[in-house]
Structure formats: C-alpha cells, structure tokens
C-alpha cells in the first residue's frame, strides 16, 4: 500500500498543472464563447482543437491509457493527472483525450480489440480524428443490471443485424462520433452473464438514427456532443464488427466500466478542488456588514468538512488505482464500489455549498460550479445508481463470518 | 390557530385541483412541444394563453392577491391552492395569473400604488396583459442586504434619473414584461433603512438595456420570461413613477418579499407532492430481478421520511399564512423566515431522492424532477440565502432570556 | 384541524408552568442528592412524595387520562401539559402522575378493565398509591412484532398460568410496582392477532422473579423504577385476572401503544425546549476569546435549525392529538407513527448539539442533557424501532393509486 | 506515502489479533462480574492484572511508546495494534499498558522528563504499577484553549505551589493513580503561550482532593478509575518537580495531545470494525417474518456506507501517523485535526445505526455498543471539541492564496 508518487507521476503531474493554468483554465471563457455563437452545433469548438495540439506537444495524450497504445502511465500514476483535468471538466479532459466515453472504448479496443479493428478505430480515437460513444443503456430497462439489454444482436449470414432503442450514449449528438460501441443480445438462451455481445457500428450505417438529445439538468452538453437516444432499425454489420466473442458482452462490458468510475472519481475531486479554490477567493473578497465571508463560522465549517472529506476519499481512490495496478480491476471491485458512491455524493455537497457562498451567481454560467454540480449529480447515476452498489456492498459485508473464507471482510482490513 | 379549511377553501381547491388534472397537466407536453418550435423566443408560449382563459373562466385568476382588486381569499385560504399549482410550476402559476414576479409587484401596486399607478400598470398585470419585472439585486453587492443596493435614483428637476445594474431580474427577458419595479438609493444621506426608493420604470425607457440571460443549473426559463441581466443608464422617468415616498424603497421591498416567500413555500410543498405522486407511479411499474422498486426498504424509507417532512412542514406553512392574516406580515417575520429555511432544502432533497428512483430519466426533460430540482435549489438563495435567514433567527433565539419580553422565544410558545 | 388552546388548555397550562417553574425544576438536585444517598434503592425518593402531594393540590394529576376516571382534557388539550412535564422529565410527569408506563397501564384499566379490575388496580394506580409495569418484550422476538410474544397465559381450571421470560419492564425494580401487565399467547392456534391475552400479575404472586435491571446507555433509571428483566414461572392467577377477553391482546396492546407514543412526543418536545433554555443561557454566559458562543454562526445555525424543527413538529403533534380526539386513536395511526420516528430523532439531534455547546460538562450529570439525550436515544426504539414504522409508512405512501380509496395518501392531503 | 505494513507489523499485529481473540474477548464477560461484584471500588480488576501477565509475555507492552523506553514501534506501525485494542475498548488498551491518559503521561516523562523524573515516575507507569492523572480541564474555563488554564503554579522558595480546581481528570478516582500530571500558570505576565508550567504532583501530597466522580452519559467508567474532579489547595512540590521549563505548559500540553488524538481516532475505527462485526451476526441471526435482518435493504446500506467511511478515515489516520513519523507532530497536526473530527462523529453514527439493529438490547450493557457510542460521543469533546478544530482547519483553508507558501492548502495536495 504504497501511493506516494514516484518521479514520473511527479514530472508529469507538474506539467499538467501549467497546462491546465496556462492554457486550459484561460480557455474556459473563450469556450463559452464559441458555444454561444454556434449554438446549433454538436461536438468540440475551435479552442479545443487548439488544445489538443499544445497538450499532444506537451506530451499529456492518452495518458489514461495503460498499456503499449497508451501515455504509459499506471493508473495509480494517472490519478493526479486525472483529478488535475476535473478541475476544469469540460476542457482538460477532451484537450488531453482523456474523455470519457473515448476513454473506455479505447481501453476495450486496445484490450479486446483484433488488429483490424485497433487499425480502423482505435487508431483514429488514440489521434482524435474521431470521437465515439457507447451505446448500453436502454429505455426500458433497469440500466443497472447490464444482463437485462434487450437490444438484439442477431446473425444473418456473414453479418450481424442490431435492433434496439439506446439512451444516454454521451457524445453520439457529435457528428465527429464516427463508433457507436454497441451492446445487445446474442443469444438469449445462453446462461445469464453469456447472453450479450458488442459490436463495433459505424454510425452512418443504414438503420442507425440519432434520435434526440437528452438534458442533464438543463444542460445539453453540445459541445461535448451531448447524450443521445438512438435508434437500431435492422443494422447490418460484418462478422468482424463483433468486439470479443458473441458472449463476451456483459463481461466486457463490466471491465470496461471499473477504470471508467475510477476516472469519474479522480475528476471529480479535482472539481471539488477546484470549488474550494473558488470559495477561497469568493469567502476573502466578499465583504458583507459582519465582514468578509471568509471569517464565518459556518463557512469556516463548511470548508473544513470539504477539506476533510476530498483529503480522506483522495487516498480511498489512490488505493484503489494501486489494488487495480496490482491485484487487478477485478479484485479491487470493492474498493471501485465504494469510490463510486463516497465521491460523487461528497462532490456534490461540496458543490452545493459553494454554490452557496457565491450566491445565485454560483447557480448561473459565470462560475463553473453550476454545470460541476450537474456532473456530479449525474455520477450519482452513472455506471449505476448508488444504490446497487451501496446494496451490493452491504450484502458482502453482511456475508456471514467465515475463517476460510481470505477475501471475506472479517479477514484483516488492516493494511496489506 | 385554526387552519381547517374553510368552505370557500373547500371549494376553490376543488375547483383548482380539477383545472391541474384536466388542463393543466395534459398542457404539460405541448408546452415542451412549443417552446421546442420556437427556440428563440422568451415569454408565454400560445397554450399558457389557451390555460389562462380556462381559468379565468373558472374563477381561477389572481386568487394570490388580498383585498378589493384581487381573488378575495386570505392567504390561508390561499395556501391550498398556491401548493397544487406548484404541482405543474411552470404552468399552473401563470395560467391563473399567480406567478412570481408579477404576483409581488401587483401587490405592491395595489397597496401602495397611487390610482393612476394602479390605472396604468395594475390593471394590465390584473389582465394578464402584460408581465413585469422586480429590479433589485445587483451583482457587486450581497444581494442579502437590500440596504447595500448601489443603483442611484436621482432627482433631476421633475424627473427621476435611475443609473445602475441589475441582475437575476425575472421575466424581463420576456418582452410582454413592460414595467420593471427597480429599487434604488434615493438619499445617500439619510439614515440606512430610508435611503432606497422603488421606481416605475417602462422596459421601452431610453437607457434601459436587457443585457443577457442568465441560467440557473442550465435553466433559462424563457417561458417564463428568463432572469436578466438590465443596466440602467441615465433612465429618465417623471416624479410619479416614484412608488410610495423617496425613502420607502426598502420597507417596501421587505413588505413585498414576506407574501412571496410563503408563496414559493407552498408551491414548493407542491413540487414535493407532484415527485411523490411520480415516485410512487414508478416505483410500482418497475421491476428489477429484485421486484418492484415499492417493495425496496431504502425506497420506503425515503418516500416514508418525505411524507412526514412534508406533512410537518405544511402545517408550518398554514401557521404562517394564519399569522400572516391575523397579525400581518410582520408579526409572522420569524415564521417567514423559518419557512423559508426549512421547505427548500426538504423538497430538494426529496426531488434528489425521486430522481435516484427514477434513474437518469429523472435528470433529463422527460420528467419534470430535474426542473423543479433547480427550482427548489435556486429557493435557498432566492430572497436571501438560508444562511441569512438561519444566522437571524438563531440570533433572536438566543436573545438573553427576559420575563418582560412578550415576543422573546422564551415566551410561551406553546400553542396561541 | 383547529388546535388552538381552548379557555380550558390556557389556563391548566399556566398552572403546570408555575409548578414546573417553581416546585419541579428547582427539586431536580434535591432527588440527586436523594439518589446519591440511598444508592441502593429503586423507586420514587421523598421529594417525588412531596412533588406530588403539591400537584394533587393544584390540580395537576392525572390529566392524561381522558374520560371519567382522569383529569378531564382532552389529547389536544392535555398536549401543552405534557410538553411541559417534558422539560424535566425524571421529576414532573411522575409528579403529576402522569408517567409511562403507569399511564398506559391506567388508560387500559379505565377502557377495558372490569369495575372489580378497576377497584382493585386502577383505584389505588390513580392515587399513585402503587406502580406498575407493562411486560411486552422478550428478549428472544423481534419487539417490534407483537404477534411474535411466546409467553404462554394457559387456562388451568379456573385459572391462568403464565410462564416466559420478559425484559425491558420499566419500573418492576420498583418494589412499589405491585402490578405486572403482562401479554402473552393464549391461543397458539387462533388467527395471527386473536392469539394473544393480557393479563394483570401481583407483582408478589408466586413465580415471579424481578431477574435483573438493565441499562440504557449508562443510566440505570432507579429512582423510576428501573428496566427489568422478569421471569414468569407458572404463574397463576385467577380466571378474572384477564383484561378483556382471551384473543384481545394484541389489539389492547396495539390500543395503548398509541397514546403512549404520542406522550413520549410531547414530553420529547419539551425536552427540546429546556434544551435551548439551558443552550442560551450558557450560550450568553460563556464567552471564549472570540466572544461570547452565542455570536457563534455555527451555534447560531444549530439553534435555528433546532427552533425551526420543534415549531414544524410540534404542529405535527398537535395534529395528531385533535385527530385522536376527533377520529380517533386507531384513524390517527398514520400521524401517529409519522411523529413516532420524526420528533425522537429531532431531538436527539438538538440535545447532541447542546452538549456540545455545553463541552464536557454536557455530558455529565451537572446539566439534564445527557440523560435527556439518552432518553431521546432511546425512543427510537422504544415502542418499536424507527425503522418499522418507517417501513410502513413507506409502504402505505407507495400503495398504487387509487381514486376509490378515500385514505390513500393521493386522497387531498390538504386539509381536512 | 507509503503506509503499507511491514513485518514488524504484521507480525506484531497478528501477536495482538489472537491476544485479542483468545484473551481479552473472553475476559469481557468476566470484568463485568468483577465490576458488579464491586460496586463500590474504583480502579482495574483482577481480570486486568491477569490480562497484563499475558500481555508482557507476548511482547505486547507499551507499544504506543516511540523511542528507547517503549515497544520500539513507530506511530505507523503501532496504528493496526492501537485499532485492535479499539475493538475490546475497555480491556484491551489497559491490558497492554496502552491506555489514555497513562500513555500520554508516560510519552511527557519519556521525552521531557529528567532521569530523576524518569525513574520516580516513568518506570513504575512503564511496568503498570502505578496509574496516573493528566489535569488539564477547569470547570470555569474554555477547555478548549489551554492558555485559559487559571491554576496557580506559584514559585514559594525552593518549592511550587499548586491552587486550582480541575476536572475531567481521567483515571483519578482509582487509588492506584498516584501521579497527577496538573497544567497551570506559573507567569500571568508572560506572552501567551509562555504562561504555564506542568507540575508533577503526588497523588497523597497534602492539599490534593479528589471532590467527585463525574459520569459520561451516564457511566462512570469507575474500572478506569472514572473521571474525578480535583481540587489543588496550597499543594506543595519540590522545584524539581516541574516538567520541563516554567513557561513550556502549554507547548508540552499541545505535544503531548497530538498522538492522544490519534491514538483514540485509532481505537475509534476499532470500535466500529467490533460494530460491525457484531452488526453482522445480529443481522444474520435474527429473522423476523420479513426474513433476516441481513436481507433488509435498509441494512445492507447502512453497513455499506459505514464500510466506507471506515475504509477511507482508516487511510486518513495511516496517512497522519506516517506524516508524524517523518515529519513530526507538529507538521502533522492539520491531519491530526482533520481525523480528530472526522473519526469519533462517523464512528458515532456507525455505532448509533448499530444499535438500532440489535434494539433495546443495544442501549444496554447486554452489549458492547452503548458504552462505545459514548466512548465515540465523549471524543468529540475530549482534546477539544469539533468545532474548535473545524473553525481552525476552515481558516487555514480560507488563508487567501499565495505562490509563495509551500504551507498553504493551495500547494500542491496530490500525494507527496
């Protein structure tokens, strides 16, 4: 259990942070802008463009991405890098390609993916030439519980046909999302976890139609290519479009989703640093009657809390980035859990109350925190309610003691 | 402190809770349809007009305004009917000419407005002719000091000249908002409670500039006329545009605010009914490998904590609105106050634990959780953050005890 | 749903505040001293003996007791009264007679009990000639079920014998406390509510053994009685020693649950109030470097908060009350459960929070605030833990809709 | 940051689990006789003196001490064998002569005292022979903040004189506790922190009173030697009976509380891992006629979110032990705070939920859990209350930003 930082994750964190000082947070209201004159347009405006190449120049590209395609860093050297780019969550990230759901999806062609497929996809996605979303959660059914996709994946011939209806596949708005990353059924009669497949689907295949945008409280999130309802009418696609096995679906589909919630977590306590920075410097210049607000009690104690709570879940991610480089994404499936419902519900209370020391100006677009708590909100949700896995982590505390049993919760907690 | 419903109470709610079942609520969707086809525009879209005469028809119109020019109930006998139309907030309140800001400024016309005040800018806002705007925050000051206003309202030989700038002024997006009533300092000089006037200000005055938009968590209500940002420069308007005398502005405004928090309140309670209504609704429907989501104890357990809190806080409400009526607005200034601390953040919190049920459905425009969540969040700062209001109360709470205090806390609280 | 304090009400009250005020409060450190001196014994001390000659004289006994036999207020208008006692809660409801579990016991004599039952119990009870004890739970079922009880009361000829093992019989310490109300299965074979019996034990019958007192947290609870745990070994009594019938235990059991939970609300309500006398004074008094605590934003916002929760609950309360008295006990039932788990828990709240206003001293025997805490503590699961009747209350809000059903909670929920 | 265990932990930790297992367990049961078999003594009983035979033995002795005279452990490595003790809090940590305030007194000697000091008072406590008293708290003042401490420490010739009432003095009602270890002003006209001196003072020196016993919520943990007011009247030492300099109190005072706070945070998370664990045979067990309480989904949240809190304060407290190491106490001691309120309040909401699984019985001594609960709610009193810390954190956090602070919480807080 050791997460100190070792000389590279040093190296590179300090030249993400310039970046992020010098040309992201700068690049924040010049966004804005562009937004505000495109404002049908779906996907990255100019300035993100602009980003990406100083980042690439920089050397801060795919960092998330372990592995030989990837920026070669462990995921346990990725966290600082990770948490500095939620501190501006609509830039750092997709300037450093570094956002979610690219990120996943070029882990499972980089992982699962054959040559041909990392050729034709993976290679694009590692240069963002294009963008991709991933297609899983459906109207109809329990998002939570993947083994529930109603979505058909059938064969016909050399081909496969997909019918189905999706929503929320974030960034399919983008015209640039060239991939939808699809899961569906392949076999219904197949045990349980067996039943789904993915499959790779151009999205100007005949039968794909992005139907509508969704909204995230009010925000539509165009210019990170929003979140989609889209509609499979009978799409044909090669044999070779299936990612994996015709019952590897679900299983990819899980591991895709570990790294994907450590990532949301890392971000999110860089928003919360971020809205602590915030408050700092609204709590010194604001001066009411009963003096500046940075001598309250109650903003004191807020701030306090906030402190405490980013300082202790920091170190519950780091070690959980450290049980994933070590034991596996698998084996650190507790620890991905409880990351996953702490951080979100902490960011937003940290959130909340900053939005509280500013104001209405806080709930408004001249401070990032409004549209930081929609995210943080969503995270409550995304990958699964909290409450499948506060549910699932109860039950396996609750597992009835048992001396044999090494990763049973009784065995020591103490530290490894 | 009897707040039974009385016969006229009885009644107008029967008739109200008919108008929200076979109108309103069915308005719903076209409402979104409409504003959808018309992305451009601010203000009242054609079926808020269709509403509004169906419930002009029905006896449904201004019932939120006391005294002769208004709907003739108390506002206890309002109470019932201001929650059910926060069932449907962003239409329900405006069909029956009871949303803010306008409800406000009609009451300020009506009780301190001159004849001619009343003439020309009362009788329109009565018929729903035309809407209106509340100038006061602004966005250099703590906009929960009124005393701390910047605008100057300026004598100028017959005239008035108001130089300053605004913000979060609802509805002046909206060009049918033809007055704002701007607060302003009137006398530097005179002691701090005398220093502001309020002034009648046509939107089409020279100098009056809408700037922009503003958004609350990506919300920019433009059927209802947005929040605006507004500079005044150099506006000139005659001396009888002035409302009550030059140094009123500020116990106006605090005469204006009481009425209208206890109105966001009851809406509020509305909101919180309308997302249990839905909650249970879905609950039942879905059904996961685990059973219905009715049958989950976490699920219980939040509908069963929202019914009491909203059970307990609408008697508060009553209390209030009782008091209100029987010993006037400022006598029940502690209950304003408590009100308007405790119902926000319950209905917040309720609304966050429908969305949790609903899954990302309830984040996006497909149920009304996710906008009536900004609205209960943005009520914690409207009128003055909580923190404001908690710090007042808390104070005149631990006054130093007295026997000769009939108003101190300490005085029998046991029912009047 | 008028509970404004009658003629009646006002002028009771004002009594029992001057006997509080100026015979109850200050004999709180003489039954200290009494206790410390006679470590050994369980029951009422001499200053109890004298409270209660004081209250017979001025008319302060008995008054939970509606109906014939008691002081002649109704729930509503007793309320005031017993929030009152709540303020020193080990001295003024035993004072005024009106103390658990004696009242329950009293209430099911004065119902059900037989003229010889009455003679020979309820007679001397009224008097406070003797005590007594309510033996419902068994350390081996789940409380919170009364159907579960497995004391057996079997017809033996012309008497019952009763055998089991009861616990948390509070005040059978006391020697004083000559009668045991015990429930147990009469009929094993019966439907689920017909299977159970009451019955009215001698506390000196052969058989019976007082076992052991228990603790809550650290109190022992002497000077009241006790919590015992009591073993029944064949105990027989005679035939009329049943109250009601042979099937009638678990519907009287249920009966006089539900006064009871409302009492224990009222007097929780007036230990709330203490709580924020003893907070402001201290608060005034103590003043740190930085000033005096009660200019504290923190301490400021605590009591605010606490105000706000005992003024909106206290109306619950009341609510409840004038539906018991208008509707009825078994109609209230949903009310009744909704205070059940919303006033300990506030409470409990508020007194954690005037400890530590108190620092350590709050939590020592010096000021009343630990043990009201613990008291506070402890009805959450007193009567049967929060989180049944949450789970009912839950289950009852998420019942689907209906617009048959006249008690639904879809049912107006505005006032009746 | 490397807080992984390494051999010597490990195999410590493993000595102490089945210390913990195989003997003191057990011995819970048989303390409670011998404490109830003695109603009347004050101080450790027989159970613990065998307990400490078989703790010297296994080489699990003084192992809080750092440095030559102790276990030879370093903070870190003592944190997983002070957690264990946690889990037994009562017999555990005094077993292994780890207790407050020994530990705290014995750490002074050992790193402030004089060989002469050192021998009359280190040795004995070392071998266990002796107890001791740490007084610091005056009824009349903040204890908060030392530099109120009002006892005189006068110089009168070759002596000091001692005059002052203290309270909280742990311990000092066992008669074993010969030394009292007492903090007072020996300069009124010094700067601030220069005021106070720390006093060795023989239990039996003439003017030394202990006045009282004091209870936390309602215990008087009389087996520890309870928690004694302490009256000093004239009493008189030798010069060199001073600790350190005449004006080094208040330093040492702050030295000697920053690993007494972390000790009792360490302790703490063993509290709520014996929770838990008692949480799960109970929920397992117990089945009412909804299923186990282990199926209950409200349960299973619980336990769930107090894993995690668990999990991540855990870290927090390593992390803070490791800093102490290697950076020292005193650069530690925002993480000291942070712990300090973060651990006792979320192991009291743990133990408070804990209880309300295993009801009544869970208020009373059947079980641990009530004497924890308040053993975790005294904590957030003792060293400080909460909100002293948290005001002090919130203000470091406040302090404007600057560049050239490497303290500030600006600067980097990505792992170190």
């Known amino acids: 259990m050791d997460f100190a930082p070792d000389e590279r994750t040093r190296e590179v964190t300090a030249r993400a942070r310039a970046f992020l000082d010098d ?4 690049a924040e209201p010049v966004l804005a802008a562009q937004v505000a004159a495109t404002p049908d347009e779906w996907g990255a ?29 462990t995921t346990l050297q990725y966290a600082p890098v990770a948490e500095l780019s939620g501190r501006s969550p609509r830039l750092a990230p997709v300037a450093m390609n570094c956002a979610a759901p690219d990120t996943g999806n070029m882990e499972l062609l ?28 459906e109207p109809d059914v329990a998002s939570s519980d993947a083994t529930t996709i109603r979505t058909r994946i059938r064969r016909d011939g050399a081909d496969w046909v997909v019918s189905g209806r999706k929503w929320w596949s974030t960034g399919a708005m983008d015209p640039a999302a060239e991939l939808l990353v699809v899961l569906g059924m392949t076999d219904p009669d197949a045990p349980r976890h067996r039943r789904h497949g993915m499959v790779l689907v151009p999205r100007d295949a005949p039968g794909v139609r992005v139907v509508r945008p969704l909204t995230v409280l ?71 009657s009963a003096g500046p607000l940075a001598e309250r009690g109650v903003v004191r104690e807020w701030v306090a809390r906030a402190r405490v709570d980013v300082e ?27 990351i996953k419902v702490a951080v979100p519900s902490a960011v937003q209370r940290i959130l909340d109350r900053a939005i509280q020391v500013f104001g209405a100006a806080g709930l408004s677009a001249d401070q990032p925190l409004a549209e930081m708590f929609a995210a943080a909100r969503a995270l409550r949700l995304a990958d699964g309610p909290d409450e499948v896995h506060l549910a699932a982590l109860g039950r396996a505390e609750l597992r009835p003691r048992s001396t044999t049993d090494p990763h049973h919760p009784t065995a020591p907690r103490e530290p490894r």
């Open 23 to 26: 040309h992201v947070l700068p």
């Open 45 to 73: 405006r100019p300035v993100v463009h602009e980003l990406r190449a100083l980042a690439r120049e920089r050397g801060l590209w795919n960092l998330f991405l372990t592995g030989p395609h990837g920026g070669g860093l």
């Open 110 to 137: 980089a992982h699962v993916g054959t040559p041909e497929q990392q050729r034709r996809w993976l290679a694009p996605l590692l240069r963002a030439d294009i963008r991709s979303a991933f297609c899983m959660t």
């Open 218 to 288: 009010g925000y539509d999130d165009r210019d990170h290519g929003g979140h989609a309802e889209v509609e499979l009418d009978d799409v044909r696609v090669p044999a070779d479009a299936l990612l994996g096995g015709p019952g590897d679906g679900f299983a990819i589909a899980q591991a895709r989703l570990g790294p994907g919630r450590v990532h949301h977590c890392m971000r999110a306590l860089g928003m919360a640093e971020r809205a602590l920075d915030l408050v700092r410097d609204r709590a010194n210049a604001r001066v009411t």
């Open 312 to 338: 202790a879940l920091r170190l519950l991610v780091l070690k959980t980035a450290w049980l994933m480089d070590t034991v596996g994404n698998r084996a650190a499936m507790t620890e991905i859990q409880a």
